[in-house]
């Protein structure tokens, strides 16, 4: 047997040579076969296993080496390896610490010394910015000691877990699927997946993530709090739907926004929550604070097209049509339909219309007067801003009455006409010519003349 597993040995060993790891670790096996009292194939075995990156049967070779021989210094050397690749500093730091005392001339762990010595101060640092949710800075860091220990599933674990928070859940989600291959019941790696079901507003899936968490690990604290969150979420989530269905627009307000202080890294639950809050907001006619909320959710989510055209409406019923059109612009960049050109449309015609003097304002008259209340506010108006009434006035303020009575008069020469009100009322420019030549001072004479009486003679005192 022995002369057999020798041979069986031997070939392994040209196969390693070689680099055909699979071939050497099938000979390698059968040797310990026919003698599992050899710490040198278990030794061999290690190795190969190493080669192949598979760290825990490696050690767990290196470990039966060492059982049949306590004194094999390769086999401290490789648990030293693998311990360091499998993230275990203590495991690393003892094998070191045995090998120096089996050898106190060695140095074929120096290397693996200050890799574990940098690889404690890295923790320390995660731990630190962990604590302070710095979770960028973790991920960073993260990657610094995956370099040194490869094969950390912990480690692998703890930078999705931080992917997650910071919204990278896609990338999160690789790390948690490649390590439940490896293990499909490690807790930790099903509760990363519950909580990128959280992070993407998949509430009710990962409840179910978080309790087959704890049914493998009942003491798993961090799912005990990630379900409680889920359920509340989703409960205040509902509630605040319902009330908004139903009409209860202020209590729906509470509910939103007592359910935006749960989490305030979940961006796609939050910025769900303020687009329903905006839209409560514009059911209660709170434009301003509907504005501010769906600028929120742009700022979480630039891509969120129905908080876009939500703004714009609202920035069109403010009257502030700029804003209105940007918006708009904005929307089509996302999504080219005919109801969005049709609306940047609109808003690109009250923009314009907007600029225009506003006559109903300078007579001080609603759109809807009559004819009779045009010509008396017309009246009022003119009278108040003659500039025979301001003559004693300084030449500053002469100039400025002046002017007010100009459009006063420009005013009621286009609303006084019905074919110029009705293009005025439905936004058609009105020809500059039309208005190039008015002479309000003859306005005024025509109008108290008519008033008066057409052959009466016009004296009018201030």
Known sequence: MFYIAEEKKKLGNDQYKAQNYQNALKLYTDAISLCPDSAAYYGNR?????????????????????????????????????????????????AVKTVAELNAQSTALSAEQRAAQKLRLLETTVQTNYDSKSYRNVVYYLDGALKIAPASIRYRLLKAECLAYLGRCDEALDIAVGVMKLD???????????LCLYYTDNLEKGILHFERALTLDPDHHKSKQMRSKCKQLKEMKENGNMLFKSGRYREAHVIYTDALKIDEQNKDINSKLLYNRALVNTRIGALREAVADCSRVLELNAQYLKALLLRARCHNDLEKFEEAVADYETAL???????IKRLLRDAKFALKK?????????????????????????????????????????????????????????????????????RYDSGQDIEEQEQ???????????????QNGRNASFNFEF
């Not at 506010?377 to 500039?387: D, S």
């Not at 190039?436 to 008519?450: G, I, K, L, V």
Request: hydrophobic content about 35%; charged content about 30%.
């Open 354 to 422: 907007s600029k225009r003097k506003d006559y109903y304002k300078i007579l001080g008259v609603g759109r809807n007067s009559s004819e009779d209340e045009i010509k008396k506010a017309y009246r009022k108006k003119a009278l108040v801003h003659h500039p025979d009434r301001h003559a004693n006035s300084s030449a500053e303020e002469r100039k400025e009455e002046e002017l007010k009575f100009k459009e006063v008069g420009e005013a009621y020469a286009i609303l006084s006409d019905a074919r110029k009100k009705a």
């Open 184 to 194: 499909s019941t490690s807790a930790d790696a099903i509760y990363v997946r519950g």
């Open 46 to 94: 290690a190795a190969c296993y190493m080669m192949l990156l598979n760290y825990n049967s490696a050690l767990t070779d290196a470990r039966n080496a060492i059982r049949i021989d306590p004194s094999f210094e390769k086999a401290y050397v490789r648990v030293a390896k693998c311990c360091l690749a499998l993230g275990d500093i203590i495991g690393t730091e003892q």
């Open 436 to 450: 190039a030549d008015f002479d309000p001072n003859q306005m005024f004479r025509s109008f108290f003349q008519y």
């Open 333 to 339: 960049n996302l999504e080219k339909t005919t109801e």
